[in-house]
């Protein structure tokens, strides 16, 4: 009788240890998880021919020679766009090396100094799971490097946008083309809408498109691309934030 008092007793305390270290472990790696996967985000600035600010979205590097992924209605009625990094640095947008009308993505490139290390996202190999804990880096409202948590709510398929993740990590217009990462750090999809209607219903574009997009020679702004979507309303900068206007 003993014994057995002292086997239940023993295995109470180990599953008490083991639910109280999940989510302290998970608490104490969710601040350097995000320091580590800041510096590959970007807000993307777009300007109209007159070198007015017309409107901004978010985007993140996925290799260390400059290409990054965003939204294509972020960047596909822009005359001219910057990229500006976690620190401050601006980057001129030279052109386009492939995209997905359908899928609603873009592949960017700009000129990253050489000579030292430069931070990219990786993609996840796997599809996103039902009940995935998610976090979302972008630039919503015009605030840079903003984070926020949620989960993937669904996996639904649209008859013209075809797959989408849904997810109810808290996005806003300035959100489109940011990373949706997974606790490992890897992207699983891209911020692309909400429904304003709803609460946390959000959806993203899975990562397996950016992987299944056509690529090809540099095609430099403004895109001239049959078939684009009609252009949206531009976000306004937000006064905190300096959006320096590019030289003619």
């Known amino acids: 009788m003993w014994r057995r008092l002292v086997g239940r007793a023993a295995l109470m305390v180990l ?3 083991y639910l109280g270290a999940g989510p302290l472990g998970a608490q104490e790696n969710l601040p350097q998880l995000i320091e580590r996967l800041q ?17 901004q979205g978010s985007g993140f590097f996925i290799n260390n020679e400059g ?12 005359e001219k766009a910057r990229i500006k990094t976690k620190q401050g640095r601006m980057y001129t ?15 960017a490139v700009v000129d ?14 796997k599809p996103a799971r039902l009940g995935e804990r998610v976090i979302v880096i972008g630039s919503p409202m015009g605030l840079e490097q903003t984070v926020s948590d949620g989960m ?11 797959e989408l993740v849904q997810i109810t990590a808290p996005i ?5 083309g940011g990373p949706v990462v997974n606790m ?7 911020a692309k809408a909400q429904l304003r209607t709803g609460q946390n219903i959000n959806f993203a574009v899975p990562a397996a498109s950016i992987q299944t997009m056509a690529l090809g020679p540099l095609r430099p702004l403004p895109l001239r691309v049959a078939g684009m979507p009609p252009g949206q309303s531009p976000l306004p900068p937000r006064p905190q934030i300096q959006l320096p206007r590019p030289s003619p």
């Open 15 to 17: 599953w008490g240890l």
């Open 39 to 55: 510096p590959a985000v970007v807000t993307v600035v777009v300007y109209d021919a007159a070198n007015k600010v017309r409107g």
């Open 67 to 78: 290409h990054f992924i965003t939204n294509f209605h972020v960047l596909g009625r822009a």
């Open 93 to 107: 947008v030279k052109g386009v090396v492939g995209y997905d009308l359908k899928a609603d993505l873009v592949q």
């Open 112 to 125: 990253l100094p050489a000579g030292r290390p430069h931070h990219f996202l990786k993609l996840s190999p």
């Open 152 to 162: 993937v709510s669904g996996l639904r398929t649209h008859p013209k946008l075809g």
């Open 172 to 176: 806003s217009p300035g959100s489109s």
């Open 184 to 190: 490992k750090g890897e992207v699983i999809a891209v």
